[in-house]
């Protein structure tokens, strides 16, 4: 089986069951993005290439743990040999952390509001940086918003002001402001990804009460003119009932104004919880889609030096997978 077609069919289930050795150190668990407040979730790796699974004892995918991190997966009759990546901070080689545990709004896919986590110290995050030191070659912040976005935006400002001092690329991914980007990138973080969720507004409008979908086309447009082609990045989810065409329109839209659009396949929880997960074969013809529009705009995602699109665990990455 094809790499891209066996990650296309494991993300389409979504989890896995470990079975043998006890594999504790290889369980990742977040804060933020698919599968936060979840009981955790593995990477598991073939060659260069690899994937995120959320870990279910019921699942129809197993991992065979025989120690030291060597697994073999099992799945539709087929036995794949791989291992399993130690986190470094919820992914492997990245520091990637949740500043604020919890948010103000109610994005209708998003269980973080429930989960009510709290906010990080200064320290916390430089302890937990530290930490993964020796496995991590990125640092990359996300945020709920605890009071409102100017105030959450200014704390994440503080807190990127003390990570300076490591030395490496810092990507950041908030809730922004107008001034986000200028303000970032002030304090020298290498790659912003501002998230439009929906392939279109209607949908957005739906799924993300409160927030304002054109405002952050600006703010993406204006971070492309301070980043970089290829240094902003956008997380779009499939399968909020959009439709193949309405999804390539915004993945060529996103590319031609110089945005890697990050596709994740709808993980439903929450309000979604009991939808459907979308299809390997929906995952693989948008992959197509994705693969050509990011050519025709000239980028490159494994020139991604922190985030989603540098980890490649959640969704089919364009020249990683
Ligand atoms: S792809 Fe993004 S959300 Fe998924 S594990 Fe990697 S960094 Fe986390």
Redesign the pocket.
């Known amino acids: 089986m094809q790499w891209t077609d066996l990650k296309a069919r494991l993300l389409s289930v979504g989890s896995t069951r470990i079975t043998g050795k006890p594999a504790e150190m290889y369980i990742?668990r977040?804060a933020?993005?698919?599968g936060a407040g979840g009981s955790g979730?593995v990477?598991f790796a073939v060659g260069s290439n690899r994937v995120?699974l959320a870990l279910n004892p019921l699942s129809a995918v197993e991992i065979a743990h025989h120690g030291n991190g060597v697994a073999d997966l099992h799945f539709e009759g087929v036995i794949i040999s791989g291992r399993l990546l130690e986190p470094g901070c919820?992914?492997p080689d990245?520091a990637?952390i949740t500043v604020t545990g919890s948010c103000i709004f109610h994005c209708r896919y998003c269980p973080v509001p429930t989960l009510g986590g709290k906010r990080k110290t200064i320290e916390e995050i430089k302890g937990m940086i530290e930490a993964a030191w020796h496995r991590i070659g990125a640092i990359?912040i996300t945020s709920g918003v605890l009071e409102t976005i100017e105030e959450e935006e200014s704390y994440v400002l503080e807190v990127i002001q003390h990570l300076r001092e490591y030395n490496l690329p810092i990507g950041v991914s908030i809730y922004p402001t107008d001034h986000t980007p200028d303000r970032l990138r002030a304090l020298g973080v290498t790659e912003v990804k501002f998230n439009i969720e929906a392939a279109t507004p209607a949908i957005f409008a739906t799924q993300c009460p409160g927030l304002d979908y054109e405002q952050l086309w600006r703010v993406l447009d204006r971070s492309v003119e301070l980043f970089g082609k290829g240094r902003v990045f956008s997380n779009v989810i499939i399968g909020l009932g959009e439709t193949d065409d309405e999804m390539e329109a915004c993945i060529r839209r996103l590319a031609s104004h110089g945005i890697i659009p990050?596709l994740?396949p709808l993980n439903p929880v929450a309000e979604l919880k009991g939808n459907p997960r979308p299809t390997a074969e929906r995952l693989k013809t948008i992959f197509s889609i994705h693969e050509r529009e990011l050519k025709n705009a000239g980028l490159n995602p494994r020139e991604a030096l922190t985030?989603?699109t540098?980890?490649?665990?959640?969704?089919l990455v364009p020249g990683r997978d």
């Open positions: 990742a977040s933020a993005g698919p979730a990477f995120k919820h992914c990245q990637f990359s990050v994740r985030m989603c540098n980890c490649a665990g959640c969704d």
